[in-house]
T-cell receptor
């Protein structure tokens, strides 16, 4: 079974704090993704990575950065959290670049106050 | 980016009924994926489709990759209360800059009345 894990299920942070969300996959997948999910807006891609130390911007990268130092781990960083970053954050991974099954983690519900 | 049109947006059905939902696009897709998401959880992959016309089952769930490659369908037979959740379609477009990024539908919220 593919397993994607995320470091926290729930987080509450204050405005201006630096926030780290960690994701780990155990299937040796090449590609990893960070999404946020908001009511009425669906899933939106923040950043993705096709290889170690490689990253590409998704549709909504502003206010976020990422790090992929090891193949199995992909971190999302909020440099200075703001209330409009309150959301459900979902990590995902796929084996190959195009057309393969994408597996999601359980999600992190982040609240910024 | 691209959008997938998923319908219906929500459904209320009696336990034991069959359910159908679909996803359409204005462009051709190479892969269709169907997910289920429970409240507060991440989406769980139900079925993956890779060829036009392909029909794949997973228990009481059956999904089809449309012949035109612009649509996909998900059917649930004999619904039970644990089928409640939001069902998403997703796909990889066949070409263009977005062909390596998964495109999602907005979801179908299914409620099952016991």
């Amino acid at each position: 079974d593919v397993k994607v894990t995320q470091s926290s299920r729930y987080l509450v942070k204050r405005t201006g704090e630096k926030v780290f969300l960690e994701c780990v996959q155990d299937m040796d997948h090449e590609n990893m993704f960070w999404y946020r999910q908001d009511p009425g807006l669906g899933l939106r891609l923040i950043y993705f990575s096709y290889d170690v130390k490689m990253k590409e911007k998704g549709d909504i990268p502003e206010g976020y950065s990422v790090s992929r130092e090891k193949k199995e781990r992909f971190s999302l960083i909020l440099e200075s959290a703001s209330t409009n970053q309150t959301s459900m954050y979902l990590c995902a991974s796929t084996l190959t670049k195009v057309g393969s099954e994408q597996y999601f983690g359980p999600g992190t519900r982040l609240t910024v106050t | 980016g691209q959008q997938l049109n998923q319908s219906p947006q929500s459904m209320f059905i009696q336990e034991g009924e069959d359910v159908s939902m679909n996803c359409t696009s204005s462009s051709i897709f190479n892969t269709w994926l169907w997910y289920k998401q429970d409240p507060g959880e991440g989406p769980v992959l139900l079925i993956a489709l890779y060829k036009a016309g392909e029909l794949t089952s997973n228990g009481r769930l059956t999904a089809q990759f449309g012949i035109t490659r612009k649509d996909s369908f998900l059917n649930i037979s004999a619904s039970i209360p644990s089928d409640v959740g939001i069902y998403f379609c997703a796909g990889f477009p066949s070409s263009g800059a977005g062909s390596y990024q998964l495109t999602f539908g907005k979801g179908t919220k299914l409620s099952v009345i016991p």
